[in-house]
């Protein structure tokens, strides 16, 4: 049974940093895309970053490229988000999700989320 696990969320100040992680079990190799989405209230799911198998390969939304950066570890099972500068319009709550579609939400297996509050 494949799982994903997100960790790292919570309250900061505009301005400050978070690392989310991911964490898999259940899926036999890596050979597979990853992706962090986020939807924040009101709103639909978004694309923040996507990481190609190998980690060599990124992606990312205009609104955060430049301040979060995408990481995974495939021995450990693991896929990071290091999230700088963060803004009020960063509140939502993130997800991680695996084996899909590179750049897209066309993702077969997702987390349960973690919030991530920015506040002013």
């Known amino acids: 049974q494949v799982q994903l696990v997100e960790s790292g969320g919570g309250l900061v100040q505009a301005g400050g940093s978070l690392t989310l992680s991911c964490t898999l079990s259940?899926?036999?190799?890596?050979?597979?895309?990853l992706a962090w989405v986020r939807q924040a209230p009101g709103k639909e799911r978004s694309l923040v970053a996507a990481i190609n198998w190998s980690g060599f390969k990124t992606h990312y939304a205009d609104s955060v490229r430049g301040r979060f950066t995408v990481s995974r570890d495939n021995p450990k099972n693991q896929m990071y988000l290091h999230m700088n500068n963060l803004k009020p319009g960063d509140t939502a709550v993130y997800y991680c999700a695996a084996r899909g579609d590179y750049a897209s939400l066309k993702y077969e297996f997702w987390g349960q989320g973690t919030q991530v509050t920015v506040s002013s």
């Open positions: 259940g899926i036999t190799n890596s050979l597979y895309n």
